[in-house]
Structures are given as C-alpha cells and as structure tokens.
C-alpha cells in the first residue's frame, strides 16, 4: 500500500500519536520537557489532521515542529529513547514528511549521537533512509551525513566499521544516482553548453545543477583522499584508507560512466585528477623488480618500496574500469596504463602481481571492441606505442615465461619430472586446484606438459567472461599464494576469448558489410567508407598474429587435456578462418601450418611445412627462437597413442605413433577445410598434404567415388589401430568426403585453388611413386575426383585443369596402381558428367558434351593397357547409360572404341568389341548417319586385329548387321546423308575445296555401301585364313543381297576398285604364300593336311574370292551388261579364271573352273514381255518390282522395293534394251572359248622332262570338270564351231585323257581293276563328244564333214586299250602291278574308256556308214586298223573284255560296211580297207599270244565259239561275193582257211582235255568252209578251183607223213615207251590228223562228186593202208580216233559203178 493513501496516512497519524505517547511515557520522570514536548506533538498532529485534507504536505510543512520532540528525545542519550526516537524519525521520512529543515537539524543530531558513539548502527540506518527517501539534503548537510558515515567506518567496532562502510558505498550511490536521475529531467531541455572549466575551482562548479555539484564534491574530495591530501567538502573527516577509496572511486567510475562521459567538469575530474594519482600510486610496482631469491613473503634488501597488495589490486581495479569506460577520453593516460599493465606480467614481477595483471588483461580481452579502439588508437598511429600488439605478446611471453622459469610463486623452484609427485611444497601451505596427490603423474587432470614442466589447468571463469579471483580479494591486505597453474589458466582463458571475441567481432562485422554491400550494389554504386573498416581488421590481426601463434602452438604442444586441446585449435582455427576472409595470406598459412604441424607425427618430415615455417615473419618468441623439440618424449606419455602407421616418403623409414592429440588436429584440419575452404586460397596445398599423409598413415585407401575408407597397403609393417581410433575412422573418412561435397559451395576461385592444390598434392606423388612399385598415396587423385563430381553443375570451368593433370601426369605414370586411379577418376568423371542433368542439358550444349567426353578419346593415346582396359569398361558404361543421348559425341566414342593396337592384350580388345557389339546392336538408330562410316571402320579394325580370331570373325559378323541396318533404313538414311552432304558442299565451297570424301561421285548412301565393301575387302586379305574365309563370305552375301541399291554407276566402283582389286590382291597373296608346313595352329589344334600350308590356306581364299565374284557377275549380269565396259571386265574375269585354273594347287584350280561353268550358266535376260511368273534369280533384281533381293532369310519388306525408290530418287532408270533386241552375246562366249582352251592347252601339256619330282600334274576332278564345261561352251559358240576348233577340242581331249593320277589319289578315282568303270573324266571326254557328234547330225550339211575327225578321235581313245596313252616322259605304272605306295604315278585302267569308246564308234558307225565324208575319209579302214591291234593281241590283250569287245564291234561294223564297201567297189574308195582287214583276220584267228594257262575249258570252248563266228561272217559275207572283193582277199582268206583246218593245237594240254583244246570245232568250220568253197561248182575262175584242189592235196600230203612217223615211231619204240612229254606231243598231232581225215572224209560225203578232183579220191584212198598201221598202237586216245577216221572207208569199199553213183554216196 502505498504511503499516500487515506489508510496509510492514517496509520501514519496512529504510529505518530502512539510514539509521542510512548515518549511521553518514557520522559515523564527524568525528562520532563521532552514529555511536554511530546505531548504538545500529540495535539499539534491532531490539530494537523483535523485542518488540512492533504495531510501528508501540511504535515511536511510543519515538519520541523513535529520532529523537534524526537530529536529532544535523542538529546536525552538514553539508549531506550533513543532508539525510539530514531524509529519515529525514521517512519517520518519513509513516509517523506521531513523538510529540509527537519533533515538539516535531524543530521545535526545525529552527528552529536555519533560523536557520542551512540546507537552507530541506527544512527546509519538512519541517514541512509534519510538520503535514499529523498533529495531533499543537499551541500554542507549532504556532506555531513556522508562525513557521519565515513567517521563510522573508522570506529573499533567491526559490526559497525562494516556496516559504516557499506553504508558510504551506498551513500556515494545515492549521490550520483540522484546526479542521474537530475540529468534525466532536464534531459529534453536545451541547455547553455557551459564554458569549459580551465581552472580547477576546488569549492564548486558553478555551472552544475545541484545533485551534480554534490556529486562532483563528492568526488573531487575522494581524490584528494586518497592523494592523502586534505578534503574540501567532506569537512570533518578524521581519518581514510586508500583501499576504501580506491574501492569507492573504483565503484562510482564503474556504475556512473556516463556521468563522466557527459559533464566536461567530470570529465576534467578524470583527466587531471584520477589518471595522475593512479599512475603515482602505481610507481612502486613499477620499480620493483623481484630479487633472485625469489621468496614471496621475504623482505628484499633493494631500497625500493615494495608493491602492496590490496593498494595495487585495487588500482588495477580502477585501471580496468578507466579502460573500460573512459577509454576515448583518456587515450594517452590509457596507453600508460596498458604498457603498466604489460609490464606487471614480467617474469621479475612477485607472482601475485602477475597473477592480478593477468586477470586484469583478461579482462581487456573479453572486449574485443575495446581491443579494437586499442588497435586503432595506438597500433595504427605513427610513433605510438603497438599496445594492442604489446598486449597479445606480452600474454604469449607471459605464458612462455611460465614454461621456461621454475614457478617463481613456490618454494620449489625445480621441475618436478611427470612421473613423481608434482609441485609437492605450495608457497604457503595452501593446497591450490592444482595440487595433485602423491603420484600426481599419473592424475586425469587436465594440464600443459613441456619439456618437463607440469602446469595443471584450471576452470577460471566461464567462457567469454573475466571473473577474477584475486582481483576481488578486497579483504586480503598481505599478498595471497597463488596456485600452481592458476596465472597459466586465466592467461589461456585470456588468449582464448581474445580470439573468440576478436574474431567473432570481425566476422560480424564483416558480414554485415557483405550484405550492405549488396544491397548497396543493386541500389547505387559503392561507397567510399569501406576500406576504413578494413584496414582496421587488418591491423589487428596483424597486430596479434604472431603472439598468437606462438602462445597458441606452445600451448598446444603442451595441452594434455582434450578440451584444452580443442580450445586451442578452435582458436587457431579461427584465425586462420579470419585471416582467409582478409585475404591475409602469411598469417592464415602460418595458422594452418600449426594445426598441420599438430596433426602430424613429431619430427614428421614434411617438406611443404618446414618450408613455409622458414617463411614465417621473425617476429616468433624466446621459446620459438630455440630449436626447441615440439613434442618431447616425456610428455608422450600423457598422450594416448591410438594409431602407428608408416610415413608416406619415398625411402620407407619404420613406423610412426598417432596420438590422439594428432587425430583431433586431423579433425580441426578438416574442419577448417569443411566450413572455410573459400579462404584458403592456396594454403589448400598444406592442409591437403597434411590430410594426405594422415590418411596414408592410417591406412585409408580410396574406394568408389574418391570416398576413402579404411584399407591396409601391402608392403610394409601394417598399421596398428586401437579401437579408439577404429571408431573414428570412419567419422574421419566421412568427414573428409563431406570436406570435398562442400567444395560445391565454393566460389569459381577457391574452387581452383583447391583443385591447383590437389594438383600440386598429386605431382608431389606421383614424384614419389616413381621407380619403385611402394604402394602410392592416391589421396590426391581420390579427391580430384570427389570434387569434379560434387562440382558437375560448374564443371566447365575446373574440367580443363582436372583432366588435363590427370591425363597427362597420372594416367601415365608408371605405378600401375597410381594409374589405375587416375584412369578410375577420369572415367568416374566422364560417366558422372555425362549422366548429370545439366542446365541446359547436354543434348542442347554440344560443346559441353565433347568438352566432357574429349579426356576419354586422349586416353587412347596412353600406352598402358590397364589405362584403356578402364577407358573401354567406361564407354561400355556410357553406352549402356548414355547411348541414346550421345548424338555429336558418337564420332568420339567410336575413335575410343576403335584405337585398338595389335600390341594391346586380348582382354582389351575383347572389352573395346563388346563396346562395338552394344553399339550395332543397339545404337545404330540413334547416331549421326554421318558416323555410319566411322562405325564400318571400327568395325573393320577389330577384323583387322590379330590378337583374338573370335573378335575379329565376330566383327565380320557385325559388318553383316550393319548392312542390314543400312538396308532396312536405307531411305532415312539417304536422305540425313544427303542433307548433311549439302552442307558439307556448301562449306567446300565456301572454302574453294573439292569435298574430301572416299568415293566421291558417287552418291553418299552408295559411299557408305562401298566403305563397307573396302573394309570387308581388306579382310578378305587378312593373314589369318579363317578371317579371310568369313569376309569374303559376308561380302559377297551382302553383295548379293543388298546390291540392287547401289545406282549403276557405283556398280563401277564395285566392279574395279573392289572386286578386281581384291581379286588380284589374293592372286598375288596365293602365288607368293609360303610352302612351310604349318605344324599346328596354336594351342593342341590340329590342321588338316589340306590347309596345313599358307599356300593351301591362301587357296581357299581364293576358291572363296573367285566362286563369289563368278557368281555376281552371274547374278548380276543384267545390271553390269549395262555398264560400258562390261566386255573389259568380262575379260578380267576370265583372265582371273584362267591364272586359277592353271594354279599348281588343285583346289583353287578346280574351283576356278566351278566359277567359270557358273559363268556359263548365264542366260540371255528375257525381255519385260516375256516375263514368266515366277522370277527366277536370273532376271536382273532391278526389274523386279514385287520381290526384293533379299539377304538370307529375309522377310520381303515393302511391296515397293528400296532399289527402285531409290532409282528414281537418282533418277537413274535401268534402260532395257528395246524389243526383240538381243544383248549379242557372241563375243563374250568366243572370249570363254578362248579361256577355255589356253586353259587345256596348258593344264594338259605333258611336263618337258620326267626326272624333275616336283612335276604338277592336274587332278581328275579338276580336267573332268574341264572337259565337262564344254558342252554348256559349246551352246553358245556352236555356230561358229569350226573344225580347227574341233582339232584344238581333240587335243584337248586327248592330253586330259592321257594324264595319270597321283598315287595316294588313286584308290579314290580308279576302280578296282575288275570293274569296268569309267572315270568321271573319261565320261565328260565321251560326253563332249557325243554333244558334238549330235550337234552335227542335226546341224547343216558342211558341219558333217566333222564325223571322220570325230571317229579317228574316238580311234585314238580306242587304241588305249591297248597302248595306254604317254603322259610325257613320265613313268607310270600299271595300277595292277603298282604298289601304291611305290609308283608316283597311275595310269589309269583305259580299257573300260576304250571299250566304250568303241560302242560309241560302232554306234556312230551305225548312223553314218554311208555319209560321203565317211566313204571319202576311209572311217571303215580306219575302225578295221585300230582293232586290228587288240585282236591281234587277243590274249594278251590287258582286258580279255577287249579283244572279245574288239571280235563283235569288228563283226557289227562289217556287217553294216561290207555292204557300203561292195557298193562303192567300182570308186575305189575302199581298196585299201581289204588288206586291212585280211591282216585283222588273220592276226586274230592265228594269234600269236597264247590263252593264260588258268583259262577254263568252258572259256575256251566259248573263246573257240568266236572264232567259228568270225569264220562264218567270213563264210556269209565274203566268200559268197568273191567276185566284188579283190582276188589277192580272196586267196588270203582260202589259205587261211586251209591254215585253220589242219592248225596244230597249243602244247600245254593235259591229254584228258586235248581233244577239246585242239580247236576242233574251228578247224572243222575252217575245213568244212575251205571244202565249201573247194568243191563249191561256183568256182568262177580257175584259179579259185586251185586253190582249192592245192589246199586240199597239201592237206593229205601232210595227213599221210605224220601217220607214218608215228607207225615208225611206234615201232622203234618197241617195249620200251617214249618220253612223256615226247610222245605226248606225237598223239596229240596223230589225234589231230586222225580227226582232219575222219572231218575230210564227212565233207566229201556231203560234196558234189563232181566238184572233188580225181587226185584227192586218190590221196584219200591211199591214205587207208598208213591207217590200218597205226593199229597196234599202244595209246587208247588214238585208238579211239583212229576208229573215227577208219569209219567212213566203208562208203569206199565197194567199186564206184559210175561217177554219179559215186558222187551220190
């Protein structure tokens, strides 16, 4: 409630009536006037309240009277009444009823009770109520009340001298906040500015209003006070410490700042009166330097006087505050101030004043914006003092100092070791936070080691805030101990938070102008006040810089403690975060070189660190000038070693230890990297090398992406890692990953910077890898990688550095694993940009895609394998992903896939063709047609290679897909090309150049056509026989199935440049290959004897090359007949035939005359007209209009075929020929003809001379089908058939049919000898014979006189049966009695060809017996010689068949001739013919050759059966027309006859078959015919009679001598027998005879008598006598014939009565 309202009031009137009661009370007796006095109060407040409404004021008013009975009451110095008074007093100004008056007389008052040392506390109590309630109490009052308390403060009581003095401090308060508050009202109004005071009026200032003047007294007088000069205003004061008013003046400056800022006179107060008598006071301290003995509390002998304790806490006190508040106005006695204040931390200094400054500095350092005033009022200014940089260096020294001297503050002066108990004895006794129990070392607690020295650290304030601890130890007066640790603690926390605060500040500032800019820049241009700001900034890190560094790098060496550690490098950190946004490059390096120095091993050589310490400024401390060892092997066991690994240096140099300590620096190191990359600028290339070796020392290898993770390197002693770092390896190895991710967030340059770095980094490794196979660090290229691809949206502008290093430096090194990474990080790149959604994207930015994809073609120039196997797995990858985007890149993607050398293993080429399989069988639709010809050429370079043969025939097999693709889309095609040929035109054109394109002319679909052709052309020539063999397949099938769309001209192209071209490629190849025996083709695989030669596998290719040629031109013929120079290349061909058929290897030989009967084969094309139905392969495909000449298997596509579109898109119709015109052929079939014959004439030459072994003699299937091409030649040239050709045709026939047949081939071509066969060629030979023979029996007359050439031809064949032909000089043998493995070559068995030939002869024979040309040419006598050899031979003919064949054809051919040959007797023609055929007679009847002496008796008696056949003709056909046959024939024939019937048997039978061996039967023919024609009455000429009776006559003559010599014989012998054999042969003849006489006798039984001459009856008669004689003999075979012969004498017994009768029995 407050005072003012009614209720209180009238509480107020109650307590005031109830106490002057009570004091009346109390006074009654002893003190009466003041009873009277009270009780007169009583009735005076009544009066009061009872008159006025405003009670409060009224009762202000009369103030005065209502107090005056309490102060009376006071007077009394009875304790009772007075404290009841005071009470009362003090309700009253509580309630504000007291005037200024009252409060005049209420302090003197009080001032008495004072002096009478009564009631102090009350009395203190009172005047604080009295002051705070109001400002009624002004000047001398005021003055006298605060004399009061201070004289209070001085009594012995310390209840009261403490109460006393918080009561002055509250007091001196009160006076300002009234001066404050003052201020506050008259804030609005405009006030004169007062003069400036000059002089120093000690009374007062004029100018002031009153609370002011107060105050100003006030302090002026607390000045004076403590100068220990005497007070102006404080009149009465008795006695002052200067502790207390330091602690006021401090407390005033501290709480009122703004009152010194705002009145000039206070300001004056400052500067003339405060700053001097602090400077004065401070001189002890100043001069006193601390004696070598070093004991805090001991006396020193020097003169000067000592520092005090509480007087020099406090000004320090006061110094912070001055510095604090009223730095600006004192700037000059500030930097006195700091430089004092740089000069207490000295080393000499006592420990307690260090340990007071320190504070006092931290306390400066938690105002960065103070720090910056220092750094623009001194650091900046010339010829001033660098306070600023006094004090950061001072605290490093201070620091330093520390480390270096034994704690000054302790007895004990040595350091103690870190295993022992640590600062055992404390100065005084005082077990400060850093005492550790016995075996402290051993203590978690957290401390800095060095070199020995132990300093515990402390928790000394809260971050950011300077609390001290003995700076606020007003109570103490001697000097404290100070802990162990404790200076070095608060120093720590000082440099700690003067960089938080410095850079928090900066970066604040910085921002905030980074965006004004900003804004700035979009409304209006720069403005001018910037670089003020930025100097500053810059001054003061410049300033700071190096004491930093140095304290701080210190520190960190010695920090065991995590936190601390993390502290440091959080500061270190940040300043070098600060110093890249001020683009202040030697400090950031320096920063970061220490946490990289941390990071690493101690002693770590480093190359890049050490040099950039050297290029330090000198400005480095005491403990940085000594070659100190950052990290000493006793403090190493304060760190726990987590890690050991191997450095990453050339020479390989052990181990080395990771503590943990090193691992958090790792971790500030990523730090810094992750969130300021943008400004470290070029110090990237520390922080990089440092991560690189860490990474390396712990073993981390890169995986996909860059990302490293952890792995172990081969060589070497493998790194050990404790669990505590395992765990963290994986944050650190994330860490690094989110380091390169952010470098996305990078401006263009740093991101350079960063790349440059990584550059650098990367060369440094590679230097290192080279010339040992150490396991390289592929940290940098990992990292090039992870920044490419987390930078894909920019990649532009850091792809050029980014490849070009890892293509020209890494790709080539010779590390196989440091390549292997480059390649994996080029390609990952690639990929990764090609897969990126670009803006725009790639598809609309072509450059950008070629700029992407250009590194992979650059990679084909790299000779390692491992490079390209990376770079072919990548354009799979592209392909499988990116194929359908590819668009202008597809011309590069293609180079990559074709830069296959021969030198590159298979698997590289296996990679590189399946690359080109996806592409054909996929992609070929979404390419440029433009790179249609590329995808032929690569296509063709994997045919061409030699290292994989599957590859290469697959690609073959490709080639066939794409001419199937550029079938089916044949018209798109043409017509991209043709656009894009327009253009290339026009730019030809605009250039004046001819356009550069393989075969130009010809339409550019039509070039693609003949690119394919090449390149499969230059297959078909390939080394390897398999390759040759598909290509030529594959091409000639894509000719034949996709030529109709080449226009006409191209097929000129195709003709000459590839066809002809390849052929004579291959001649060339097949004549010059090699003869070596190939043993086998690699591997286990064995070659067949007929390709185990090149020249034998170049033969294939050949057969190939030729077969398909041959069969386009037959195919074809239509469409090239239209080219003008069909004849020449008609000619080519057959010269091509030609060379192949006369080729020393059979199967190309063969093989050509395939080809060539295939070009025979064509037909004349059928006019549009007489089209048939169904179309044959024969009519050219270009007519066709509802069939498309279609690859195998092939779908009819579209009913309008691509050809004629595209004829007419060319323009181009195929002109037929108009009606009822013939293409005249003629020409073409007499150049065949002429072909046809060298051919023959060659291949059937007989070699020159036979001893030469390597001899070539043509095959039979080779001349069998040489011959067989005759007939379908002959069609075509039969009208102009002459008969020279006919004789150039006979040799021909005749050398084919004379060659012998290699041995080992034999078997397969002869029959075995009994089987009458022929062989195939022996047929052809026949066949082409009969062709002609029939051609002439239907052709004109003049073609007949062709027969008689024909039948000596056919003569000549027959004659071999019995002469085999001559081969030469050659030796054969005769397949019956050749070994085969003996005689080289066989003549083949002629006897069957022979034989035919002579059926064919008799049946030709036949037909034309009576056609003039054979009359005139004597055909007859000429069949009569040519059998006459094998019927003379007869058994020893080398076929029985033939003499037998030989027997009937000469029957056959004189039952048909003899007559023609009768008729023309008279011409004469046939003359010659009779004693041929005398000779033919008698050469087989009487031959000379005797039967085999295994002939059967049936044989013989069939052999006999021809013989009596050849008699009878002779019977029947001639000797009835003796009389047209010329008389010599005549006789010939009788005395053979008369030869056959008496001819003497062969002498080598058995005697049980010697009556059939003897030819009985044709000598009983001959002798019946001899009689026949003997006693025939037909007899016309006498002669013919002769010959008859004389060969009679001759024939008993000699019946007679050989009885008798037989009957001698018989006799001689007697008894004793004749030799076997002797007399065999004698019963043989007496047999014979015996049977001729029996014969004879029968013959003339059957005779007209009249025809036997008187003579014979009388030879025959006298012949009975010799008979009879021969009874006795002693052989029954003669016996036996003898009662034969003696038989028919009956018919002679009884005397003839007449001639007639005679003739008749």
């Not at 005037?99 to 009478?116: K, V």
């Not at 906040?177 to 004029?206: H, Y």
């Not at 400060?432 to 075996?439: N, R």
Request: glycine residues 6%.
């Amino acid at each position: 409630m407050s005072t003012s309202s009614p209720e209180a009031v009238k509480k107020l009137l109650e307590n005031m009536q109830a106490d002057l009661r009570s004091l009346s009370m109390e006074c009654k007796k002893k003190f009466p006037p003041v009873k009277e006095a009270a009780e007169s109060g009583i009735v005076k407040i009544k009066t009061i309240a009872a008159r006025n409404t405003d009670i409060l004021s009224a009762l202000k008013e009369n103030s005065s009277e209502v107090v005056q009975p309490f102060l009376m009451g006071c007077g009394t110095k009875e304790p009772k009444i007075t404290q009841l008074c005071l009470a009362a007093i003090q309700r009253l100004m509580s309630h504000e009823v007291v005037s200024e008056a009252a409060a005049g007389n209420i302090i003197n008052m009080l001032w008495q009770l004072m002096e009478n040392g009564l009631e102090e506390l009350k009395l203190l109590q009172t005047v604080l109520v009295l002051l705070t309630t109001n400002t009624i109490v002004h000047d001398e009052v005021l003055s006298k009340a605060i004399v009061l308390c201070f004289r209070l403060h001085f009594t012995k009581d310390n209840i009261t001298n403490n109460t006393a003095a918080a009561t002055v401090r509250q007091v001196v308060t009160v006076v300002f906040e009234r001066m404050v508050a003052e201020d506050q009202k008259f804030k609005g109004l405009t006030e004169e500015p007062p003069a400036v005071q000059g002089n120093s009026n000690r009374r007062s200032v004029s100018t002031l209003r009153p609370s002011a003047k107060d105050a100003y007294m006030l302090f002026q007088d607390l000045c004076q006070l403590v100068n220990a000069d005497a007070p102006y205003w404080l009149v009465g004061m008795t006695e002052m410490t200067r502790t207390f008013g330091l602690e006021l003046l401090e407390s005033v400056l501290n709480d009122f700042p703004e009152v010194f800022l705002q009145h000039q006179e206070f300001s004056f107060l400052l500067k003339e009166r405060v700053c001097p008598l602090v400077i004065k006071l401070f001189s002890p301290n100043i001069k006193f330097r601390q004696g070598s003995s070093g004991g805090g509390s001991a006396s020193s002998p020097a003169p000067v006087e000592k520092p005090y304790f509480p007087i020099c806490m406090r000004l320090l006190r006061v110094v912070s505050v001055l510095i604090k508040h009223f730095y600006s106005l004192l700037v000059t006695e500030c930097e006195i101030f700091l430089s004092l204040l740089v000069k207490f931390l000295d080393g000499e200094k006592p420990q307690w004043l260090r340990a007071v400054a320190v504070e006092s500095v931290h306390r400066l350092c938690v105002q960065p914006h103070l720090l910056r005033s220092f750094c623009q009022s001194y650091d900046m200014k010339q010829h001033s003092t660098k306070v600023f940089r006094d004090i950061v260096n001072a605290l490093g020294s201070f620091i330093q100092s520390l480390f270096i001297l034994p704690s000054a503050g302790n007895t004990s002066s040595t350091s103690t070791p870190a295993g022992g108990s640590v600062s055992g004895s404390q100065g005084s006794g005082q077990g400060g936070p850093g005492a550790a129990g016995p075996g402290g070392g051993l203590t978690t607690q957290a401390a800095f080691e060095y070199r020995g020295t132990w300093i515990p650290l402390m928790t000394v304030s809260v971050q950011g805030s300077a609390k001290a601890t003995y700076l606020e130890m007003l109570d103490k007066v001697e000097p404290p101990s100070i802990p162990e640790g404790y200076a070095m603690s608060v120093a720590f926390s000082a440099l700690l938070d003067l960089v938080r605060g410095i850079t928090t500040m900066i970066e604040r500032e910085l921002s905030k102008q980074e965006q004004e800019a900003a804004v700035r820049e979009e409304a209006e241009p720069v403005g001018p006040q910037e670089p003020m700001a930025h100097e500053v900034w810059e001054e003061m890190v410049n300033a700071c810089w190096c004491g930093l560094l140095a304290a701080l790098s210190l520190l960190l060496d010695a920090s065991t403690d995590e936190t601390a550690t993390e502290n440091i490098l959080k500061a270190e950190l940040s300043m070098a975060s600060l110093c890249g946004r001020l683009c202040l490059v030697t400090p950031r390096d320096a920063f970061i070189t220490a946490i990289c120095k941390a990071s690493l091993p101690p002693h770590y050589a480093l190359t890049i660190l050490s040099s950039n310490t050297a290029n330090l400024s000198n400005k480095v401390y005491s403990i940085q000038g000594q070659s100190v060892q950052m990290v000493s092997p006793s403090s190493e066991s304060h760190q726990q070693v987590v890690a050991v690994g191997q450095p990453l240096t050339t020479q390989p140099q052990g181990t080395v230890v990771l503590t943990a300590k090193n691992i958090q620096c790792m971790r500030t190191l990523l730090n810094l990297a992750h969130c300021h990359g943008a400004y470290l600028g070029t110090s990237w290339q520390l922080v990089l090398a440092t991560l690189q070796h860490l990474v390396w020392i712990l073993g981390l290898k890169p995986a996909v992406g860059g990302v490293l993770k952890p792995g172990r390197a081969v060589e070497g002693p493998s790194t050990v890692l404790t669990t505590a770092v395992m765990t963290d390896l994986p944050v650190i190895s994330n860490i690094l990953s989110r380091l390169f991710e952010s470098s996305q967030y990078l401006d263009d340059v740093s991101l350079h910077h960063l790349i440059n770095a990584l550059c650098s980094l990367s060369m440094e490794a590679m230097e290192m890898a080279y010339g040992n196979n150490k396991e390289p660090s592929l940290f940098a290229v990992a990292k090039l990688l992870e920044t490419g691809l987390v930078n894909m949206d920019r990649i532009e502008i850091l792809w050029r550095p980014l490849t070009a290093h890892l293509l020209e430096k890494v790709c080539q090194h010779p590390n196989a694993r440091m390549r292997e990474w480059g390649a994996e990080a080029i390609t990952s790149l690639i990929k990764a940009g090609l897969s990126f959604k670009h803006e725009p994207p790639l598809s609309q930015n072509q450059r950008l895609q070629l700029l992407l994809l250009n590194p992979l073609k650059e990679l084909s120039n790299v000779l390692h394998a491992d490079i390209r196997q990376k770079q072919l797995e990548c354009v799979l990858q592209i392909l499988q992903n990116q194929g359908d985007s590819l668009g202008p890149g597809w011309p590069l993607v293609l180079g990559v896939i074709g830069a296959i050398r021969n030198d590159q293993g298979e698997s590289l080429i296996r990679t590189a063709f399946q690359c080109l399989q996806l592409v054909v069988t996929d992609f070929l639709p979404t390419m440029p047609c433009m790179c249609l010809q590329i995808v032929v050429d690569v296509a063709g370079s994997f045919g061409l290679q030699n290292q994989e043969l599957n590859i290469s025939l697959t690609s073959i097999g490709l080639l066939w897909n794409i001419s199937d693709y550029f079938f089916q889309r044949g018209e798109a095609i043409t017509e991209e090309l043709e656009r894009e040929e327009a253009v290339l035109l026009k730019q030809a054109q605009d250039k004046g150049e001819p356009l550069n394109r393989p075969f130009h002319p010809a339409p550019p679909f039509d070039c693609l056509w003949l690119c394919l052709y090449a390149k499969l052309g230059e297959l078909c020539v390939d080394p390897r026989p398999a390759v040759r063999k598909s290509a030529g397949q594959t091409m000639f099938s894509t000719i034949a199935a996709h030529g109709t769309l080449l226009q006409p001209p191209t097929w000129n192209i195709v003709v000459w440049k590839v066809l002809f071209h390849l052929l004579d490629c291959v001649r060339k190849s097949s004549t010059t290959a090699d003869k070596e025996k190939i043993e086998s083709g690699g591997g286990n695989i064995l070659i067949h004897h007929s390709r185990d030669t090149a020249e034998k596998q170049w033969a294939e290719t050949w057969v190939l090359t030729l077969a398909g040629v041959a069969r386009i031109f037959n195919t074809r013929r239509y469409l090239l007949q239209q080219l003008g120079d069909f004849f020449k290349a008609w000619e080519v061909l057959l010269d091509h035939i030609q060379s192949a058929a006369l080729s020393k290897n059979n199967e190309v030989s063969l093989a050509a005359l395939k080809s060539f009967q295939e070009i025979l084969q064509l037909v004349t094309p059928i006019k549009d007209t007489d089209k048939p139905d169904s179309l044959t392969m024969d009519v050219p495909p270009v007519l066709m209009e509802s069939l498309q000449g279609s690859g195998p298997g092939r779908p009819l596509v579209r009913s309008d075929s691509l050809a004629e579109r595209l004829a007419q898109r060319y323009g181009a119709q195929p002109s037929l020929p108009p009606p009822g015109e013939e293409l005249d052929d003629s020409a073409l079939w007499w150049s065949a003809w002429n072909t046809w014959y060298r051919i023959g004439t060659e291949c059937t030459r007989p070699p020159s001379c036979g001893t030469d072994k390597l001899v070539f003699v043509p095959s039979q299937p080779f001349l069998t089908a040489l011959i067989q091409i005759f007939p379908a030649l002959y069609q075509h040239i039969a009208g102009g058939f002459s008969m020279e050709d006919l004789k150039k045709l006979g040799v021909i026939l005749h050398g084919a049919v004379s060659v012998p047949i290699s041995s080992d081939s034999s078997p397969f071509i002869l029959p075995s000898y009994t089987e009458a066969v022929l062989t195939s060629l022996q047929e052809a030979v026949l066949t082409a014979l009969d062709v002609l023979q029939k051609a002439i029996c239907v052709g004109s007359e003049n073609l007949q006189v062709m027969y008689p050439a024909i039948f000596e031809q056919l003569l000549l064949f027959v004659e071999f049966s019995c002469k085999p032909p001559q081969y030469g000089k050659m030796e054969t043998k005769h397949v019956a009695n050749a070994k085969y493995n003996q005689a080289e070559w066989v003549a083949l068995n002629y006897v069957p060809f022979a034989e035919r030939s002579l059926e064919v002869v008799v049946d030709l024979y036949h037909k034309t017996a009576c056609h003039k040309a054979v009359i005139n040419e004597k055909v007859l006598q000429n069949i009569i010689k040519t059998l006459r050899i094998p019927l003379g031979l007869k058994y020893a003919c080398p076929a029985e068949s033939t003499w037998k064949l030989a027997v009937s054809s000469l029957l056959k051919v004189l039952s048909i001739g003899l007559p023609v040959a009768r008729q023309q007797a008279s011409s004469g023609k046939f003359d010659t013919m009779w004693p041929e055929l005398a000779n033919a007679f008698e050469d087989f009847l009487f031959t000379k050759s005797s039967p085999p002496d295994n002939l059967s008796i049936q044989e013989f008696q069939r052999n006999e059966a021809v013989d009596v056949e050849v008699v009878q003709l002779i019977s029947t056909e001639i000797l009835p027309f003796a009389n047209f046959i010329p008389k010599e024939f005549v006789g010939r024939i009788m005395s053979m006859l008369n030869k056959g019937s008496i001819h003497s048997q062969s002498s080598s039978f058995t005697e049980a078959e010697m009556d059939i061996r003897m030819r009985e039967e044709f000598s009983k023919v001959c002798f019946e015919t001899l009689l026949q024609f003997s006693f025939s009455n037909k007899a016309s000429t006498p002669q013919e009679g002769y010959i008859s009776r004389m060969a009679l006559s001759v024939l008993l003559q000699r019946a007679q001598d050989v009885l008798r010599r037989y009957v001698e014989d018989e006799r001689l012998s007697g008894r004793c027998p004749l030799p076997r054999s002797a007399n065999m042969q004698q019963v043989t003849e007496i047999i014979f005879v015996l049977k001729a006489i029996s014969t004879l006798m029968d013959s003339l039984k059957k005779t007209q008598p009249e025809n036997v001459d008187g003579n014979v009856w009388a030879q025959v008669i006298a012949l009975y006598p010799t008979l009879v004689e021969c009874i006795t003999c002693s052989s029954p075979e003669v016996s036996s014939a003898l009662k034969d012969a003696l038989g028919p004498f009956k018919d002679f017994m009884q005397p003839p009565v007449s001639k007639v009768q005679n003739g008749e029995s």
